[in-house]
């Protein structure tokens, strides 16, 4: 079985950006479980979306990546190009620590995992998009999590202070350790990867 082209370019854009990376001992060993688990490919079963405003930041997003010439260029421009075959949602579940308008200033999009383009259950791979001054909700999950930032924006995780993150950085979540993310005056985009 061949995996859709343009999630494989992704995946393996995703791969190279992420090797490029400095990174802990703990995420390395995540994303090993990760690319070790999607060199089985599963059915595509492309689900259908929503038609979100804010996806029209995304190409804004991915902008300061194209010009590289590295991996995170080759990601971006995946990115960019598979977009319209994803199925855009928004997080139903929101909480006090979500900024005002955080319903429309956001949007998830699952490639590899439940309810994505390339449904699973051992491994989650998916892109959050935020518009410019968006914080994203205080939220936790058993799985283990790491990030590749695409765009400039910031992380918390547990009690810490917010950790500023620039494009090709990437950021650890241990399970259940309550983490978010948030915009500053450009949109954020962030790929992220969960072995279950």
Known sequence: MIRAQGLQRIVDAAELA???????GPAKAALSKVFERLQTVMPAAPP??????VLSVLPQA???????????STL?????????SLAWTTRKTVGPSASAGFATAHANAVLIGPNGFEPRQDVWVGLSLMAPQTRY???????EEVYLVLSDGAFL?????WLPRRA????????????????????FLALWCLPV
């Open 137 to 143: 909700p205080d939220h936790d999950h058993g799985p």
């Open 168 to 187: 090709g950085q990437t950021v650890y979540n241990t399970p259940w350790i309550r983490h978010a993310m948030r915009a500053g005056d450009q949109p």
């Open 76 to 84: 971006g421009q995946a990115v960019q190009d598979f977009a319209p």
């Open 48 to 53: 259908s979306g929503e038609d979100l405003p």
């Open 62 to 72: 991915v902008a300061n990546l194209l010009p590289r010439q590295d991996s995170l």
């Open 157 to 161: 995780q547990g009690d810490a202070e």
């Open 18 to 24: 992420f090797a490029g990376a400095d990174m802990s």
